[in-house]
Nanobody, 120 residues
Framework: QVQLVESGGGLVQAGGSLRLSCAAS????????VNWYRQAPGKQRELVAH???????NYPDSVKGRFTFSRDNDGNTVYLQMDSLKPEDTAVYYC??????????????WGQGTQVTVSS
């Protein structure tokens, strides 16, 4: 079983920055789609960054231009740089890796989440 561990969350003032990390216990980020989601209290989980195995990254309009996804070359760690944070960015942020070890051997792993709180 692969573990994903997020870190880097915390409390920051509006306009500030945070960098979230997601470390995997096995090298899988090179062969997987990697996503960052967030979930605020009482709201549905929202996708904030989607990286395909080919390396392209998509962002929703709500974070485009402020959030940046990146990967380490080792394939073990991914990041979410969050700049110009707003109070509405407050949520628990989750890392997700989805792919397949082989045909008929898919995987879909989630981290435990890290809290981000942005004060006004």
């Amino acid at each position: 079983q692969v573990q994903l561990v997020e870190s880097g969350g915390g409390l920051v003032q509006a306009g500030g920055s945070l960098r979230l990390s997601c470390a995997a216990s096995r090298r899988l980020f090179r062969i997987s789609e990697v996503n960052w989601y967030r979930q605020a209290p009482g709201k549905q989980r929202e996708l904030v960054a989607h990286s395909t195995g080919g390396g392209s990254v998509n962002y929703p309009d709500s974070v485009k231009g402020r959030f940046t996804f990146s990967r380490d070359n080792d394939g073990n760690t991914v990041y979410l740089q969050m700049d110009s944070l707003k109070p509405e960015d407050t949520a628990v942020y989750y890392c997700n890796a989805r792919g397949a070890w082989a045909v008929e051997a898919p995987f879909d792993f989630w981290g435990q989440g890290t809290q981000v709180t942005v004060s006004s």
